[in-house]
Structure formats: structure tokens, C-alpha cells
């Protein structure tokens, strides 16, 4: 009787050690892996890249490379933090915020003349998602705005892009920049996130 | 022999209660904050699965329809199984397992979900799959949904997963550890706030607007799935401003349902007709609508049911009335509820925590 006493005890406690042992072993997994979610609270909003041309100590970043926008003198880059741009731009003409579903990130939209940029939420300071161009009263730092052609894309920003129907796409690594062409003229100019580069439908 | 083989199995069952136990309180309740969560569980409490409509969809669905409505107006009796940004995948699994359990005459999909050919959001899947016991249905939904870096396993089990909440506990995990709140009506989240429409951005240029063989193939897989149990699908676009619905996703709609046989309504068309002011039927400028929206776009898509589909009016029948008056009083209780909270803080808590926490 006692003897079965002790391996019911004994099995017992293996089971509970086997499972304390699979749960610790996930832990470590999962700390290892960027990007998960937390869903019981606190959630994050989509994340940002984690490459250069990120300045985060609330600075407008100064020599940068790649692709920026550019605006009387302000440097607007994806994954730049928002707070020092909007100062800097003022008071935008709108501003739309748009929460995701059960509120899993808020999306803020800021349009100014001529272009509109939308930041994302992370560890509460929001950055700069994508920037997109609403008129031709705008260009690019390399002079491309809207109505340019295929061949002013490429002699500005050479022919290494990537195509996809008829978007015309160049990454720097941290942004993608990217032109739709219709009837051969360009209809948009967007800088976007590496992860957020997705064609709707 | 026989004694030491029961010992065992009783010593496994103590050990698998005990492990579902810890389960059960390490995972989220969704009580207080994140409502949408605790959507899907709400299917299987009710008694009287025997709804003439199922809705099935994202929030487009659960914040734009009022089930009660529908009852108190045409005698429809309805279940919303929505969930935050559901996919087209998780909504047909969804609808299969939903057959599992009950035949509707109708059943009511919302489109914007055509958008999205690919999982969004580990946070989604977690609200849509969580609350769905297991089936072949969920099972497959899981492995439609799953990002890149999840595990399977992880929601079968899914103390894997949220083992790290332990730290995080509050009172609301022991409260709710055994059973929780019901915090829609037959699906349907009521908010009566209201944020009116200012502005809405200008929708961009897609290089695509074709919607994904995946999608097409979910959908019909859905068309196919109503036509062989003799239920109608019914394709529908809620009237929310943003994110924006371009023509050429509407067309293809269109296309489709002419094909198949379907009837679709992109209420967007219909906002005057169905009395829709953005200045007060918005909680969120625009997104979604409130209560009072939700109302107002259930009244007229009520007469379209009733009297395209002769879907009859079972207000007298006394069994259902009863159990509907019941979900009336606690609707009513809510709405009052909310609009005390409303003018006490200026705000609903339920929705506006975690904002609170971003800001």
C-alpha cells in the first residue's frame, strides 16, 4: 500500500516536472524569436524595422542615406520618430486616427499639402509608417513626382527595381520606395515599411 | 493489476485537471478590456442554436448589426460569429463548424476580409481560434492561420503560449477562472458612443486590385458549402468610410455574386436610405458604427431578409419569445448601462484602457 503510495507520488510529480520542463522550454524559445505579440494586454502595434536610419532619442536624424522625404528642410524617413517631424511641420491640415480591431494598434494619419504620412505605436512613442504623395506639388529628394514617367524613375533611381504589376519598387534596406504608372504616368509615390509593402487584395 | 491500472488512470486525470485548471487561468479573459476576445466562446452558450441567420465576418459584422433588433422588428432570430479582423479562412471554418451544430436559412457574409490573402496578426488568430473548442474545423482554421513563427501546438495547448502571463495575473483571471460574462448579444458589441466624421484619408493607388486566388478559392468553398445544406449565402459590405473599399474590389464582388447566384448589397450605396448620419452613428469617426447605426443599418437589411428570403416571423411562436425577451432585458440593461458610463467619464472603460496605455 505504501509502496503504491510512493509511485503515485513519483509519477505525479515526473508529470509535473515534464510539464514545467516543456513550459520552460518554450519560454526560452520564444524569447529567442523577435516580434511576438503580446495579446493579453499591452499589445504592440506593428513593429518597426530594426535597421539604420532609425534615430530614436528624439533627434531629427542628420546626414542620412537612403530614401527620405524631404520637406522645407525637414527630413521625414520611415522608422523616424514622428514627435520632432510634426513639431517641426506644424499643425497638419487633417489628422484621422483609425484603430485597428480590439484596438490591436491605432493608425495616425497626417496630411499636410500635398503629402500624408501615417505612424505606428511602439513602446509609446510613435514612428513613421509610410508617407505617400497626394499631389505633384511635391517631389522626391531625386525629383520624381507624380505624372513622371517610367524613364524619369530610372534615370533618377537607376533600373534595379523590383516590378510588380505595375508598381516599380526600390529598398534601401530599411524603406521601400515605390510608383504605380498608369497610362505611363506615375499615379503614386509611396515610401513604405520593408514589412508593410503589400498590394491590397 | 486491475487496482494499480486505475490507480494510474486517476492519478492522469488529477494531472490533466490540474494542468487544464492552470490553463484556464493563464489564459486571457477578455472580461474588462479586449472584449473581442471572448467573441467566438459566446456561440456555444447559447441554448437554442436554431437561428434563421448565422453573420459571419470581421467587425464590420459584430459592430454593425444588432440581433435583438432583428428579432424585435421581424421575428428573425440571428447569431453574429464575428471576431476582430477575421479572415476569409478562419470565417469559412468558422461556418463549418457553425453547420456542425445548427442549419440556418441564411447565412450572411461581410466582403472586406477579401482584402487579406495572407495571417495578419498572431493577436487575431489568437481571438478567433481561442474561444473555438476543438474540431476538425478549428484544426484546420489553425492551420490556415498560423504566422510564421507559431506553433500548432501552442493551440491545442495553449498554456505553451500564454505560460508567460503568469506574471500578469489579476483578479479578473480568478474571477472569471470557471466562468465568464457574456459581453455581446448573440454576437453583436454594442457601443453607444459617438465620434462623428471629420475627414477621411484619400485612399491610395494599388498596384493590384484583383483579390487573391485564395480568397476566391475560400469563397467559394463557402458558396459551395451553403449551396450543398440548402442555405442562402448572402455577400454584404458594411457602410464604414475606412479603410477605404475601392470600386474595383466592388466590381469583382458584383461579378461574383451575379455568377453564383448570390445576392450582395454594398450598403456604402445605401447610407441615405437607410438613415445613416456619420455625425452621430459613428463611435469612432467613421470605422464602425454605434449602436444607434447598427440599429438603423439592422431595420433596413431586416426588411430586405424578411421579404426577399420569406424568412417568417416567429414572434409568436411563445418558446422563442421568451428566450428573446430575456436577451432583450439585458440588452436594454446594457444600453443604459453605457450611456450612464458615458456621462459619468466621457468615455466606455471596457474600450478605451489599452488606449490609454499608448497615449
Known amino acids: ?201 | 493489476m486491475v487496482k494499480k491500472a486505475i490507480k494510474i488512470t486517476i492519478t492522469i486525470m488529477i494531472t490533466a485537471a490540474l494542468l487544464i485548471l492552470l490553463q484556464n487561468l493563464l489564459m486571457p479573459k477578455y472580461m474588462t478590456e479586449i472584449l473581442e476576445g471572448a467573441l467566438i466562446s459566446e456561440y456555444y452558450r447559447e441554448e437554442n442554436k436554431d437561428h434563421d441567420v448565422i453573420f459571419i465576418g470581421d467587425c464590420e459584422v459584430y459592430e454593425n448589426f444588432s440581433p435583438i433588433t432583428l428579432w424585435q422588428e421581424y421575428g428573425i432570430t440571428s447569431f453574429i460569429r464575428g471576431s476582430a479582423q477575421q479572415l476569409i479562412w478562419q470565417s469559412y471554418y468558422l461556418l463549418e463548424e457553425t453547420l456542425m451544430y445548427e442549419k440556418p436559412k441564411i447565412v450572411v457574409f461581410n466582403v472586406l476580409s477579401m482584402k487579406y490573402d495572407t495571417p495578419q496578426k498572431e493577436a487575431y488568430n489568437r481571438m478567433a481560434l481561442d474561444g473555438m473548442p476543438l474540431s476538425v474545423p478549428k484544426l484546420k482554421s489553425i492551420k490556415a492561420s498560423m504566422m510564421e513563427d507559431e506553433k500548432f501546438i501552442t493551440y491545442i495547448f495553449p498554456i505553451l503560449r500564454y505560460h508567460s502571463r503568469w506574471s500578469e495575473l489579476s483578479a479578473e483571471d480568478f474571477k472569471y477562472l470557471f466562468r465568464k460574462d457574456k459581453v455581446t448579444h448573440n454576437g453583436y458589441l454594442m457601443r453607444v458612443d459617438v465620434k462623428p466624421v471629420t475627414s477621411i484619408p484619400q485612399p491610395k493607388k494599388l498596384a493590384n486590385y484583383r483579390f487573391s486566388d485564395i480568397c476566391y478559392e475560400y469563397l467559394d468553398r463557402m458558396t459551395r458549402l451553403c449551396r450543398e445544406n440548402g442555405i442562402e449565402l448572402v455577400l454584404i459590405k458594411a457602410p464604414t468610410l475606412y479603410p477605404h473599399w475601392y470600386d474595383e474590389w466592388d466590381k469583382q464582388i458584383e461579378e461574383y455574386a451575379a455568377e453564383n447566384g448570390l445576392l450582395y448589397i454594398n450598403f456604402l450605396e445605401y447610407t441615405d436610405e437607410i438613415g445613416i448620419d456619420y455625425q452621430t452613428d459613428t463611435y469612432d469617426a467613421g470605422l464602425h458604427l454605434n449602436l444607434s447605426g447598427a440599429e438603423k443599418l439592422t431595420r433596413y437589411f431586416g426588411k430586405i431578409l424578411a421579404e426577399q428570403f420569406d424568412l417568417p416571423d416567429r414572434r409568436n411562436d411563445e418558446g422563442l419569445s421568451r428566450i428573446w425577451a430575456a436577451k432583450a432585458e439585458r440588452y436594454a440593461l446594457e444600453m443604459e448601462r453605457q450611456y450612464a458610463e458615458l456621462e459619468e467619464l466621457g468615455y466606455l472603460k471596457a474600450f478605451n484602457t489599452r488606449r490609454d496605455e499608448d497615449e
Open chain 1, 1 to 201: 500500500m505504501k509502496k503504491n503510495k510512493v509511485i503515485i507520488l513519483v509519477t505525479v510529480l515526473a508529470v509535473i516536472a515534464v510539464g514545467i520542463g516543456l513550459l520552460l522550454l518554450n519560454q526560452a524559445e520564444s524569447e529567442d524569436k523577435a516580434g511576438n505579440t503580446d495579446i493579453s494586454g499591452g499589445g504592440v502595434n506593428s513593429g518597426g524595422s530594426e535597421t539604420a536610419g532609425n534615430d530614436q532619442n528624439g533627434k531629427i536624424p542628420g546626414e542620412k542615406k537612403g530614401y527620405y522625404f524631404e520637406y522645407r528642410g525637414i527630413r521625414i524617413g520611415i522608422n523616424d520618430e514622428a514627435a520632432p517631424i510634426i513639431e517641426a511641420l506644424g499643425k497638419p491640415m487633417h489628422y484621422f486616427e483609425a484603430p485597428s480591431c480590439a484596438f490591436e494598434g491605432m493608425d495616425k494619419i497626417y496630411s499636410y499639402s500635398g503629402f500624408e504620412f501615417t505612424t505606428y505605436t511602439k513602446n509609446n512613442k510613435d514612428y513613421i509608417a509610410s508617407l505617400f504623395f497626394l499631389d505633384d506639388t511635391v517631389t522626391t529628394r531625386e525629383g520624381i513626382t507624380l505624372n513622371a514617367t517610367l524613364d524619369d524613375i530610372v534615370a533618377a533611381y537607376g533600373s534595379d527595381y523590383e516590378q510588380n504589376f505595375n508598381e516599380y519598387s526600390y529598398s534601401d534596406g530599411n524603406c521601400i520606395l515605390s510608383f504605380i504608372l498608369e497610362n505611363g504616368k506615375v499615379v503614386s509615390v509611396e515610401y513604405s515599411m520593408i514589412a508593410d509593402n503589400s498590394n491590397g487584395g
